[in-house]
């Protein structure tokens, strides 16, 4: 699947002028990917960003399609587990490009967007707020967070890690772009490197705490009432 950030199968030639040391997107003078964290400026997702990796078709990374498909692979899994499932929570919801597909496969289930990004939050209504301290009172039974963490700094991304065992109870659908996929899977042309990228074994270590890794992006939380099979789950 192609990501913001991106999974595109298999390695994609990259031209040096491209690689690690080009420009960054989004006009950024320096980048994560080169070594540089930096905490996104408030206002980073705006209009522009959301035009650059959505919207426009010659610049885009992610499409509807993408979402259609993933959803229908949670929807299958989630039946598989027999978990039911009312409460879904799109944390970092973008777009809200799940917010269909996703009702698609659960059309009585409440969804909520959560977003940081005042521009989305002004035009779709999504709830304001910050993954990292997100505490409502109810927990969720599908959890998504979608290329997400890979902008939050260390410390605020492992919050937002311990934050998702917080608020699933039943099955979280978790992917980021990490330093692996830049530097094997990812199309750099159209991915978005002003990222902070860490190996796929830091968002493991944390995730294990609370999480079953099941394979495909789909973890099911320690408390969940579901049996996996010793070879449906990873490690
Ligand atoms: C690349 S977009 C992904 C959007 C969506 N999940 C998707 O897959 O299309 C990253 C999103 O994460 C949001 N975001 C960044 N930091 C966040 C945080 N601490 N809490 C919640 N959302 C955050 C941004 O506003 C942006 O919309």
Redesign the pocket.
Known sequence: MR???VRVRGVIPVPPELGAAGPCLNGAATCHAAGMPRT?APD??DAA??RR??RDPRTRV?TRTE?RLRARLIGAFLRHTRLPVRSIL?????????REPLLAEWPRARYTG????EY?CRRYGWVQ??????GPDERYDLV?????????GAR?AAA?LRNLGELCRGVLHFNALTEEDWRLHCDRRTT?RDVHLRPAAWYRRRLRRDFVDAGSCLFVHRSAPVHLWELERLG
Request: aromatic share 22%; with cysteine.
């Open positions: 990501r913001v950030m996104p980073r997702f960003f959301y990796f959505y992610a979402f799109d944390a970092g919801c973008g777009l809200g490009y799940f959560l977003e940081v990004s989305l707020g910050s993954l990292a301290e997100f998504v967070c979608h290329d997400v963490l890979q902008y939050l605020e937002a978005d």
